[in-house]
C-alpha cells in the first residue's frame, strides 16, 4: 500500500478489522506448533523443513524477481546478512524442529516464546546496548517462569531434551533481533529474507536432503501436504504483510501487544487438538514468561506514527512469529 492512502484517517480501515488481522496473525503463529506436530506424524521433521525452506527459498527469489525496486547490499553487509541466515534461519529452525519432535508442543510453544529474553542478554554481552532496569526486570521474570515451567527445583531432572533444543532455538532467534536490527535501516523486507534464506534456508534444505530421498511421499496424505504448503506461505509472508499493515494504522505499542497471544495460544491449541496434558507449574510457568515479555518488551517502546512501519515485526522486538 502507499504510505500517504496507509495514513489518510478517511481511508483508514474499521478497529475491528485490524483487530481480527492482528488476532488472524497470532494465530497462525501459535498453530505451527501444533500443526507441524501432526504433520510430521507422516512427514519426517527434517524432511519437512527441508522442503519448506526450498520451496521458501524459490518463493522468495520469484517475489524479489517481480518487485519493481531492489536495493543491492552494501559489501560491509555482506557478513551481517550471513550471521542473519544462520542464526534467524539454520540454528534457529533446527532447534525449533528438533525440540518440538522431542517435547510437547505446549513447551515448545512457551519456551520458544523467551527469545526477546535472550535479545536483550545478547545486546548485553555485545556490548550493542544497556538493557534498562525495567529490561533486567523482565529477563529475571522471564526466566523465573522457565525454571517453574521445567521444574526448576528438581535441578532440571524433568526437563526434555526437546526443552533444551527450543530454549536454544530461542537463543539463536534472540541473536536473529539483534543482527537483523542495524540491516532493516539499510534491506528492505523482500530482500533481507531473501539473502538470510540463501545463507540459512538453502542450509536447511541441504541438510534435509537425506531425510527428503528417505521420505516415502506418495504415502503423505492431502491434509500433511496442506499443512506443509500453509507453513510455507502462511505463518512468514501472509502473516507478515498483516502485521505491517496493522502498524501502519496502529502503530507499533498497540500492535505488540498481540505477540504475548502466541505462546498462550500455541499452547491452548495443543492442549485441544493434541491433547496434551498440562501441569499447575506449566501453568504458573506460562503466565509467568508472559509476565516477563511484557516488562521486557515494552519497557522501551515509545509511541510510533502509525505511518511508520518496520520492515519486519522483530525489528523492534525480534519475531513475529519464530516458525
Known sequence: MDGAHDTDRGHAPPPLLIDLALFSV????ASTFTLFK?????IDPVAFTGLRFAAMFVFAVAVLAISTSRVRPRRADIPALIASGLTGY???????VLGLDRTSALA????ISTHPIFSVIVMWVLRKE??????VVGVLVGFLGVAIFLRGWDAFAAAKLGDLFSLGAAAAFGAYGVVNQPLTKRVPSRELMAYGLASGGLLIALVGVPAMLDQDWGAVSLPAWG????????PVYLAYVLWNWAIRHRGIPRTVVYGFLVPVLGGAIAVV?????VAVEQVAGGLVVVAGLVITRLSR??????????????????????A
Do not use: C, H
Not at 499443512?227 to 502462511?234: K, M, Q, S
Open 26 to 29: 497470532a494465530l497462525m503463529w
Open 38 to 42: 501432526i504433520a510430521w506424524r507422516e
Open 90 to 96: 539454520f540454528l534457529y529452525q533446527m532447534g525449533f
Open 108 to 111: 515448545s510453544a512457551i519456551l
Open 130 to 135: 544497556r538493557p534498562t532496569r525495567l529490561e
Open 227 to 234: 499443512i506443509l504448503l500453509y507453513a510455507i506461505v502462511g
Open 273 to 277: 487438538g493434541l491433547n496434551e496434558s
Open 301 to 322: 517502546l515509545k509511541p510510533a506514527e502509525p505511518g511508520i512501519a518496520p520492515a519486519r515485526p522483530d525489528t523492534v522486538v525480534a519475531e513475529g512469529d519464530p
